[in-house]
């Protein structure tokens, strides 16, 4: 079996996307009648409390701005653990206004976010979440009410090691910000600071039977980078041979003003340089439709009306796809471990990876899995999640695909003895056949790994009800939406860590979009703590790494373009 993860999260977002992965841990604890393909003991410590209830308790170190934390204490959320309600619950939908508006704050706004999502926001009128001293918070956040911080809709325990609280920064305010890249490296740089962070790990580093890596959880448009990429190297440094997957994290963010929009892509090329040295695999996540300095529309799912503003709706839908995409090294019966993961993908100096997924999976009722792959013959059902424009051509060099939340006994539905299957797809013998075969038919040459897993993806609260009619509980798709609607509880989700030429797009346009900037024009984001020239270095080395994903076509491009310059 594979061993235990320690989790580090840096940053407000990054807080918002671990708030909702917890709870998915939480409700997938909570749900004894499903397969329990995943360890929870990878990411959970399990304990007992005064009483002998069991406990689960995240392997965390979150690092937080002075206000980021709202009413839990730094030294965990209450004694209680969470109580589960044995007695019938009632779901209510909200209904947005005649007008479209969404439901006041159901979510962290951020404040250079439009205020225009991709859809109405409806939203769960039941759950819990922590408060000072219980997990219990009134429903009005999930209908509605403020939701001001990732602690607002946590619902799980945190050890006391978990919160460390930078106080030299704010977390909210028009000063005291942690702005630029140079200011959180600066953090790392204090031995006070390094001590407690370190003095964190070891407790939870010492206390595995077999220590995995580490995952981690990282703002890339702010401060938090530079943090980051301290943390990643003291990890390198301490943790030698054990995996590092870093996940570099970006709101949704629209007509923000001149200087945030220089500042954010500056802290995002540097993060992305300096974190993927550091670490075994990369991955940006964002619904945000590009990193640059041209923004594009964010993210649409077919059977999500969520509105891209709000932190907790898009933080939802990435924590979705962050539990599916982490399975690999998470499953009961499997010896994969994180350094598999990474090694699979970051060969050829390629240590970026791009994330897709379907959330949910579009599976039909009744129907089975080849029926539905069937009507996807040439574009896979899923959405790129690293801000870059998708390409219409399927092309990856390698990939590490997982489909949840589908019953490995329905494959041969539409089977009948005595007549030719109606697809090769439907001559597979099994769940993990028919996906393997139609990845090998849709990306041809491709390394592929994949996993089929029943256990599927729970959305109980406070994970939002922002759903399409047309599922059903179980994240199934309908002909038409049921007569009586009802919340859903779990979906199918189907992901992919690639690594794809499209990241030769999204890496080589960061880095062009960068060249555009004059460094003089923003002189205080260097005076933070960056040296021009090192900055100079880190986007040579950004042009570097996209031309590890360069196709042939992309090279002649590139060629051409240098001969312009």
């Given amino acids: ?161 978990s919160i460390y609280v930078i106080r030299q920064y704010m977390h909210d305010g028009e000063c005291g910000c942690l702005e630029a890249f140079g200011q959180g490296e600066s953090l790392l740089q204090d031995p006070s600071c390094t001590e407690e962070l370190e003095d964190r790990l070891h407790f939870y580093v010492e206390e595995c039977d077999y220590l995995q890596g580490f995952q981690v959880l990282c703002d890339l448009h702010d401060g938090f980078s530079g943090v980051g990429a301290k943390v990643t190297e003291l990890l390198c440094d301490e943790y030698s041979g054990k ?10 963010t629209s007509n923000v003003g001149d200087s945030q929009n220089s500042y954010r892509l500056m802290n995002t090329a540097l993060g992305i340089v300096r974190l993927s040295s550091h670490s075994s695999l990369f991955c940006p996540l964002s619904l945000s439709g590009s990193l640059g300095l041209k923004p594009q529309p964010p993210v649409t799912f077919p059977y999500i009306n969520y509105d891209a503003s709000l932190n907790y709706h898009s933080s939802a839908i990435l924590a979705a796809a962050l539990d599916t995409l982490t399975a690999p090294y998470r499953l009961c019966a499997s010896q994969g471990s994180m350094m598999h993961l990474a090694e699979t993908l970051n060969f ?78 439907h001559a597979c013998e099994s769940t993990e056949q028919v996906l393997q075969r139609y990845l090998r038919a849709v990306f041809p040459g491709a390394f592929s790994t ?40 779990s979906i199918p989700v189907l992901a992919a860590l690639q690594s794809s030429p499209v990241l030769h797009t999204l890496l080589h346009g960061l880095y062009r979009d960068l060249q555009r900037l004059n460094p003089r024009r923003w002189a205080s984001f260097f005076s933070a703590g960056v040296e021009e020239a090192d900055f100079r270095e880190a986007l040579e080395e950004l042009r570097t790494l996209s031309q590890c994903y360069e196709t042939g076509a992309e090279a002649d491009e590139a060629e051409d373009e240098a001969d312009s310059d």
């Fill in 1 to 161: 079996m594979p061993g235990e993860v320690v989790t580090l999260q840096l940053g407000q977002y990054a807080g918002c996307v671990g708030a909702h992965w917890w709870g998915l841990q939480a409700a997938a604890l909570r749900s004894p009648g499903e397969a329990a393909e995943l360890r929870a003991a990878a990411l959970l410590r399990p304990g007992r409390a005064a009483g002998g209830r069991d406990t689960h308790t995240p392997r965390l170190v979150a690092l937080e701005l002075k206000g980021g934390v709202g009413s839990l204490r730094p030294g965990g959320a209450g004694p209680e653990a969470p109580v589960a309600w044995d007695g019938a619950v009632a779901a209510y939908l909200e209904r947005a206004s005649a007008g479209g508006c969404a439901p006041r704050d159901a979510g962290r706004r951020t404040e250079d976010a439009s205020s225009a999502g991709t859809g109405s926001a409806s939203t769960a009128a039941s759950g819990a979440s922590p408060a000072p001293s219980r997990l219990a918070v009134s429903q009005d956040v999930y209908s509605g009410g403020q939701v001001r911080v990732w602690s607002d809709y946590l619902n799980v325990h945190l050890h006391p090691k």
């Fill in 243 to 252: 995996g590092i997957l870093t996940w570099g994290l970006t709101p949704v």
């Fill in 348 to 425: 050829s100096g390629r240590k970026v990876a791009a994330a897709w997924a379907s959330v949910p999976f579009p599976a039909l009722h009744g129907y089975s899995l080849p029926d539905t792959l069937s009507a996807y013959q040439q574009d896979v059902p899923w959405s790129l999640l690293s801000s870059c424009r998708e390409r219409k051509v399927s092309c990856c060099f390698a990939q590490s695909v997982v489909l949840r939340g589908i019953c490995k006994e329905s494959h041969t539905s539409s089977r009948h003895p005595g007549k030719p299957p109606p697809s090769p797809l």
């Fill in 450 to 489: 994949s996993h089929v897993l029943e256990q599927p993806c729970n959305t109980l609260p406070p994970y939002p009800q922002f759903f399409s009619p047309l599922l059903t509980r179980q994240g199934f798709l309908l002909d038409k939406p049921p007569r009586y609607s009802s919340a859903v509880e």
